[in-house]
C-alpha cells in the first residue's frame, strides 16, 4: 500500500506537489492522470527515494523506501525508459540490478521472454529504440516480483500490441494483488487500464475516486434534431436545463433526460427526428476537471495562426 | 438468459504477499553487482589494457635504458632499489588513468540516468556509495597489481643487477606496495572529485591539475617568495609530493622541501582522498538524484 500525507516538493519558487495526500489500495490499478508538469513523475520519484519530499511522506507498507530490507521485491518501478548504461546490454543491466538481491540468472531469463526482448537483450542498450526501453524498464521492475508496480507514462513510445501488453500487464498484476499505480497523461489510456483515478493539476489532487463515479458524476447530455428547434426549445425551458444550438435542426440539452424530453416534445407536438443521450466521456471529465490547472497550454490551432 | 457482470475492479482485492525467504539486499550483494557494471563497460577495460600496457612498456624502456648506460659507463649502473624505483615510473600514468576510472565510475551513472536505477535497486545511498568505492578499489587494485608485477618481471629481465626474486626483498616489496596504494588511493581521489561534481570533463580535469600542475605552481610561488615557510608546507602537503614520500625510500634527496616520514605521506594522501569523498557523499546522500 502506498500512503502520502500532506506531501510537497518544492524546487526554488514552484511547488512541484503542493500538499497531496492519497492511500493506494493492492488489487487496484490505479491512475495517476495529470496535465504535463502537473507533479505526477516528482511523487513517483518521491515514492521511491529518488527526490526527497520538501515536507510531508510518502510511504510503502507505512515504511519509506529506503527502510525496506528488499527494496526490488517491495516497488518495481519504471520511472524512465532511459534510466540505463548505453554501453551496456539489456541482460547485463538486468543481471547487475538482480545481482543487488541475490535474484537468479532463470529470473533474469524469464523476465527477458516475458517482456519480449530476447532477440535484443544480448545487444547494447544504445541501439534500442524507446519502445524497447520500455521493455527493458519493465523487466527490470518486474524482477524482483514486487508487492507494488510504479509505472510513469509506460506506454510511451510502445507499439499498439506493445500498449495492450502493458495494460493487461496492470489488470494481471493488479488481479494478482498487488498495488498498481500507473501514470499518464493520456485519458484513453486511464479509462481502459485504470479502477481508480487521481487526478493532479499543478501539484495538487482535483480528483481522488473510481473511475466509474467519475464518469457518473458528469452532467447528462441529450442531442435533439428537429425542424422546430425555437418550438421545442420553448418547451423544454426551466430552472436547471440549459440549451445551446449546435446547427438549425440540432439542440444539446443539459438537465433533462431523454424520456421527459420527449414528453414534452409530444406535448408541444413538435416531431423530433433524433433523441441520443450523450455519454461523458472520461476526457470530458478530464478536460473539465483540469481545465483551470493546466500549465503548459498549446497555442491557437494552427489555422488561427495562420490568419 | 441472465448474465452477471464481475465488476473485479469493486471485487474485494487479494493482497499480494512478498516471499519473504527470498534474500534481500546487502552490502556484498550490492557489491557484486557493482564490479559487474564495471566489468560490463569497455571504458574499464580500455582504461585497464592501457594502464597495464603503458607501465610494462615503460618499465621495458626504463630498464633497457640503465643497461645501456651501464654498460657504456659503470658509474651508471644503479643498485637493485633504484632500479625498481625506476621500473614503476609507469604507476604515475597509472594513477591519471585509474584514477580518471574513478571519476567515471560515477559520472556516467548521472550522465546517463542510470544512476536511477542503481537507486531504485539500492535505495541506501551510502551502502550503495560503499559498495561502488569497494568494486572499484579491487578493480584498481588488481590492475595495478598484474602493472607492478609484469614490470618488475621484465625490468628484472633486462636489468642487472635487478633480479626476479628481488621482489621479496622487504625494500622492494615495500616500494611496490606503495606505488601500488598509491594508484589504489588516487583511483578513489577521482571517485571522490567525480561524486563531488558529477561531471567527468570536470573530475578529470581536477584530477589532473592535482597531479601535475599544483606541483608546478607551487614551485614557482616558492622561488617568488623567496622560499617562504608556507609555501614550503604547502610543497610539503601537495599529492605529488606525498606520492613520491610514500613510494621513494630516498624521497627528499633532490626534492627543494624536505622529506615527510612514510607514515605522514600516508596520512596525507589519506586526508586528500577523505575530503572529495566525504564532500561528494555528502551532496550523494542529500541531494536529488
Keep these: 500500500m502506498i500512503t502520502a500525507e500532506n506531501l510537497h516538493k518544492r524546487y526554488g519558487s514552484k511547488n512541484a506537489v503542493d500538499g497531496i495526500s492519497f492511500q493506494l489500495q493492492p488489487g487496484k490499478v490505479t491512475g495517476f492522470l495529470g496535465p504535463n508538469g502537473s507533479g505526477k513523475s516528482t511523487t513517483m520519484r518521491m515514492a521511491v527515494g529518488l527526490d526527497r519530499p520538501t515536507s510531508g511522506s510518502i510511504t510503502i507498507d507505512g515504511k519509506q523506501f529506503s527502510q525496506h530490507k528488499a527494496p526490488m521485491r517491495t516497488v518495481g518501478a519504471v520511472l524512465d525508459a532511459g534510466a540505463t548504461h548505453p554501453g551496456r546490454t539489456g541482460k547485463s543491466h538486468l543481471k547487475v540490478l538482480a545481482a543487488t538481491h541475490g535474484i537468479s540468472a532463470s529470473r533474469v531469463q524469464h523476465v527477458i521472454e516475458l517482456t519480449g526482448l530476447g532477440e535484443v537483450a544480448g545487444k547494447r542498450i544504445k541501439g534500442y529504440s524507446l519502445g524497447m526501453n520500455q521493455r527493458l524498464g519493465i523487466a527490470a521492475a518486474l524482477l524482483g516480483d514486487p508487492a507494488v508496480l ?59 475516486a473510481p473511475i466509474q463515479e467519475l464518469l457518473n458524476s458528469g452532467e447528462q447530455r441529450v442531442l435533439v434534431r428537429t425542424e422546430q428547434t425555437s418550438d421545442l426549445a420553448n418547451a423544454l425551458t426551466a ?39 450523450q455519454l461523458t466521456t472520461l476526457e470530458d471529465e478530464y478536460m473539465k476537471l483540469t481545465g483551470d490547472h493546466v500549465e503548459y497550454r498549446s497555442g491557437g490551432a494552427f489555422e488561427e495562426a495562420a490568419q | 438468459m441472465n448474465t452477471t457482470h464481475i465488476n473485479t475492479a469493486t471485487a474485494t482485492p487479494r493482497t499480494f504477499t512478498i516471499d519473504s525467504t527470498l534474500s534481500g539486499v546487502s552490502f556484498l550483494a550490492a557489491a557484486r553487482s557493482e564490479f559487474a557494471k564495471l566489468k560490463a563497460l569497455r571504458t574499464s577495460w580500455w582504461l585497464s589494457i592501457i594502464t597495464v600496457a ?63 536505477s542503481s537507486l531504485t535497486a539500492v535505495p541506501q545511498r551510502f551502502l550503495l556509495l560503499s559498495a561502488k568505492g569497494l568494486a572499484l578499489v579491487i578493480w584498481t587494485a588488481a590492475v595495478t597489481a598484474v602493472m607492478v608485477l609484469l614490470s618488475h618481471g621484465l625490468t628484472s629481465i633486462i636489468a642487472e643487477p635487478l633480479s626476479l626474486g628481488d621482489i621479496f626483498d622487504a625494500e622492494i616489496a615495500g616500494m611496490y606496495a606503495a606505488s601500488w596504494v598509491s594508484v589504489v588511493l588516487t583511483s578513489l581521489l577521482g571517485f571522490g572529485l567525480g561524486l563531488l561534481l558529477r561531471s567527468s570533463a570536470g573530475g578529470i580535469v581536477i584530477l589532473a591539475v ?32 606525498l606520492v613520491d614520500n610514500a613510494v621513494n625510500p630516498n624521497a627528499g634527496e633532490f626534492s627543494m622541501v624536505p622529506a615527510l616520514e612514510a607514515w605522514q605521506a600516508y596520512v596525507g594522501l589519506l586526508i586528500w582522498v577523505a575530503v572529495p569523498m566525504t564532500l561528494g557523499a555528502l551532496r550523494f546522500s542529500h541531494r536529488d538524484a
Aim: no cysteine; charged share 15%; proline share 2%.
Design chain 2, 210 to 241: 592535482i597531479m601535475f600542475v599544483l606541483q608546478m605552481v607551487l614551485s614557482i610561488l616558492y622561488g617568488v617568495t623567496g622560499n617562504a615557510a608556507w609555501v614550503e608546507v604547502l610543497m610539503q602537503a601537495e599529492y605529488m609530493n
Design chain 2, 54 to 116: 603503458l607501465g610494462v612498456f615503460i618499465a621495458g624502456a626504463v630498464a633497457f635504458s640503465f643497461q645501456q648506460f651501464a654498460a657504456d659507463d659503470s658509474a651508471m649502473a644503479g643498485d637493485a632499489l633504484q632500479i625498481a624505483i625506476q621500473g614503476q615510473a609507469g604507476s604515475y600514468f597509472a594513477m591519471i588513468l585509474l584514477g580518471s576510472l574513478g571519476v567515471i565510475a560515477i559520472t556516467t551513472e548521472y550522465s546517463t540516468g542510470a544512476i536511477r
Design chain 1, 239 to 277: 430552472r436547471d436545463v440549459s440549451i445551446s444550438h449546435i446547427d438549425a435542426e440540432t439542440l444539446q440539452v443539459t438537465g433533462l433526460d431523454p424520456r421527459s424530453i420527449g414528453r414534452r416534445a409530444l406535448e408541444a407536438q413538435v416531431v423530433l427526428h433524433e433523441l441520443t443521450p
Design chain 1, 150 to 208: 510504479m509505472f510513469d507514462e509506460p506506454v510511451n513510445g510502445l507499439d499498439p500490441e506493445g500498449v495492450r501488453w502493458v495494460r493487461s500487464l496492470a489488470r494481471q498484476m493488479a488481479a494478482e494483488g498487488r498495488t498498481v499505480f500507473v501514470s499518464s497523461h493520456l485519458m484513453s489510456e486511464m479509462s481502459q487500464t485504470a479502477d481508480h483515478l487521481i487526478v493532479l493539476g499543478r501539484g495538487r489532487i482535483i480528483a481522488d
